[in-house]
Protein backbone atom coordinates (compact mmCIF):
# COMPACT_ATOMS: atom_id res chain seq x y z
CA UNK A 1 0.00 0.00 0.00
CA UNK A 2 1.55 3.37 -0.75
CA UNK A 3 1.95 6.17 1.37
CA UNK A 4 0.92 8.77 -0.70
CA UNK A 5 -1.50 8.65 -4.07
CA UNK A 6 -1.81 11.60 -6.95
CA UNK A 7 -4.48 11.02 -9.43
CA UNK A 8 -3.74 12.98 -12.46
CA UNK A 9 -5.72 14.27 -15.16
CA UNK A 10 -6.38 17.03 -18.09
CA UNK A 11 -7.97 19.75 -15.76
CA UNK A 12 -8.88 17.97 -12.17
CA UNK A 13 -12.23 18.55 -13.22
CA UNK A 14 -13.73 15.31 -13.53
CA UNK A 15 -11.92 12.24 -13.57
CA UNK A 16 -9.53 13.02 -11.16
CA UNK A 17 -11.62 14.50 -8.18
CA UNK A 18 -14.03 11.50 -8.71
CA UNK A 19 -10.92 9.24 -7.96
CA UNK A 20 -9.35 10.96 -5.01
CA UNK A 21 -13.23 11.21 -3.76
CA UNK A 22 -13.74 7.69 -3.96
CA UNK A 23 -10.30 6.52 -3.18
CA UNK A 24 -10.41 8.46 0.34
CA UNK A 25 -13.19 6.51 0.75
CA UNK A 26 -11.75 3.02 0.50
CA UNK A 27 -8.11 3.62 1.39
CA UNK A 28 -7.26 3.65 4.84
CA UNK A 29 -6.88 7.01 6.67
CA UNK A 30 -3.24 6.48 7.03
CA UNK A 31 -2.67 6.84 3.16
CA UNK A 32 -2.72 10.63 1.68
CA UNK A 33 -4.63 10.89 -1.02
CA UNK A 34 -4.70 14.29 -3.82
CA UNK A 35 -5.69 14.86 -7.41
CA UNK A 36 -4.68 17.42 -9.73
CA UNK A 37 -4.74 18.59 -13.45
CA UNK A 38 -1.74 19.30 -16.28
CA UNK A 39 -4.10 22.44 -16.77
CA UNK A 40 -6.79 24.74 -14.24
CA UNK A 41 -10.12 23.58 -14.66
CA UNK A 42 -13.97 24.62 -13.42
CA UNK A 43 -15.59 22.59 -11.48
CA UNK A 44 -18.12 20.03 -12.88
CA UNK A 45 -21.64 19.60 -11.39
CA UNK A 46 -22.35 16.84 -13.11
CA UNK A 47 -19.66 14.67 -10.62
CA UNK A 48 -21.12 16.74 -7.93
CA UNK A 49 -24.50 14.68 -8.68
CA UNK A 50 -22.78 11.28 -9.50
CA UNK A 51 -20.76 11.26 -5.86
CA UNK A 52 -23.33 12.17 -4.07
CA UNK A 53 -25.61 9.34 -5.75
CA UNK A 54 -23.38 7.35 -3.37
CA UNK A 55 -22.69 9.37 -0.22
CA UNK A 56 -19.89 11.54 -1.82
CA UNK A 57 -18.71 14.71 -1.78
CA UNK A 58 -16.45 17.33 -2.80
CA UNK A 59 -17.27 19.98 -0.64
CA UNK A 60 -15.69 23.37 -1.15
CA UNK A 61 -13.08 21.48 -3.27
CA UNK A 62 -12.25 23.62 -6.45
CA UNK A 63 -10.18 22.06 -9.56
CA UNK A 64 -6.13 22.40 -8.95
CA UNK A 65 -3.05 21.70 -11.11
CA UNK A 66 0.04 20.19 -10.02
CA UNK A 67 1.85 23.91 -9.20
CA UNK A 68 -1.35 24.06 -6.55
CA UNK A 69 -0.21 21.18 -5.12
CA UNK A 70 0.66 21.34 -1.20
CA UNK A 71 2.67 18.54 -1.33
CA UNK A 72 4.58 16.81 -4.08
CA UNK A 73 5.80 13.83 -3.23
CA UNK A 74 3.86 10.70 -4.13
CA UNK A 75 4.75 7.01 -4.32
CA UNK A 76 2.29 6.14 -6.81
CA UNK A 77 0.55 8.42 -9.63
CA UNK A 78 -2.26 7.25 -11.44
CA UNK A 79 -3.02 9.04 -14.99
CA UNK A 80 -6.54 9.14 -16.16
CA UNK A 81 -5.65 11.11 -19.32
CA UNK A 82 -2.99 10.79 -22.28
CA UNK A 83 -1.86 14.52 -21.33
CA UNK A 84 -1.93 13.34 -17.39
CA UNK A 85 0.17 10.60 -18.37
CA UNK A 86 2.69 12.38 -20.37
CA UNK A 87 2.90 14.81 -17.76
CA UNK A 88 3.62 12.81 -15.00
CA UNK A 89 6.10 10.47 -17.20
CA UNK A 90 8.10 14.04 -17.80
CA UNK A 91 7.85 15.50 -13.96
CA UNK A 92 8.94 11.54 -12.52
CA UNK A 93 12.04 10.39 -14.91
CA UNK A 94 14.96 11.36 -12.40
CA UNK A 95 12.96 10.12 -9.23
CA UNK A 96 11.33 6.62 -8.10
CA UNK A 97 7.55 7.40 -8.47
CA UNK A 98 5.65 4.67 -9.69
CA UNK A 99 3.14 6.33 -12.82
CA UNK A 100 0.15 4.31 -13.75
CA UNK A 101 -1.82 4.86 -16.79
CA UNK A 102 -5.55 4.16 -16.06
CA UNK A 103 -7.39 5.57 -19.23
CA UNK A 104 -10.92 7.10 -18.95
CA UNK A 105 -13.25 8.40 -21.73
CA UNK A 106 -13.80 11.90 -21.26
CA UNK A 107 -17.83 12.21 -19.98
CA UNK A 108 -18.06 15.71 -21.28
CA UNK A 109 -18.03 14.76 -24.88
CA UNK A 110 -20.35 11.68 -24.94
CA UNK A 111 -23.93 12.67 -25.00
CA UNK A 112 -26.95 14.61 -25.75
CA UNK A 113 -29.38 14.56 -23.11
CA UNK A 114 -28.73 15.42 -19.49
CA UNK A 115 -29.41 11.34 -18.82
CA UNK A 116 -26.96 10.50 -21.15
CA UNK A 117 -24.64 12.59 -19.71
CA UNK A 118 -25.04 11.91 -16.47
CA UNK A 119 -24.86 7.95 -17.46
CA UNK A 120 -21.26 8.81 -18.58
CA UNK A 121 -20.24 10.13 -15.78
CA UNK A 122 -21.47 7.19 -13.33
CA UNK A 123 -19.95 4.91 -16.17
CA UNK A 124 -16.35 6.57 -15.36
CA UNK A 125 -16.96 6.33 -11.42
CA UNK A 126 -17.92 3.13 -11.01
CA UNK A 127 -14.67 2.02 -13.56
CA UNK A 128 -13.05 4.59 -10.96
CA UNK A 129 -14.30 2.37 -8.19
CA UNK A 130 -13.37 -1.00 -9.75
CA UNK A 131 -9.79 0.36 -10.12
CA UNK A 132 -9.41 1.31 -7.17
CA UNK A 133 -10.67 -1.79 -5.25
CA UNK A 134 -8.39 -3.76 -7.74
CA UNK A 135 -5.31 -2.03 -7.27
CA UNK A 136 -5.25 -1.36 -3.69
CA UNK A 137 -7.00 -4.59 -1.91
CA UNK A 138 -4.67 -6.64 -0.70
CA UNK A 139 -4.45 -10.56 -1.45
CA UNK A 140 -7.49 -12.78 0.26
CA UNK A 141 -8.88 -9.76 2.05
CA UNK A 142 -12.48 -8.70 1.28
CA UNK A 143 -13.69 -5.49 -0.65
CA UNK A 144 -12.47 -2.68 0.41
CA UNK A 145 -14.68 0.32 0.76
CA UNK A 146 -18.71 -0.75 -0.21
CA UNK A 147 -18.55 2.47 -2.76
Do not use: K
Amino acid sequence: MPGAVLFLCGMNAVRSPMAEAIARRMLPSGVYVASAGVRHGERDPFVDVVLDEIGLTLGRRQPQTLDDLEDDFFDLVVTLAPEAHHAALELTRSSSVEVVYWPMPDPTVEADTRDQQLSAYRDVRDRLTTMIEERFRRPGTRPLGGV
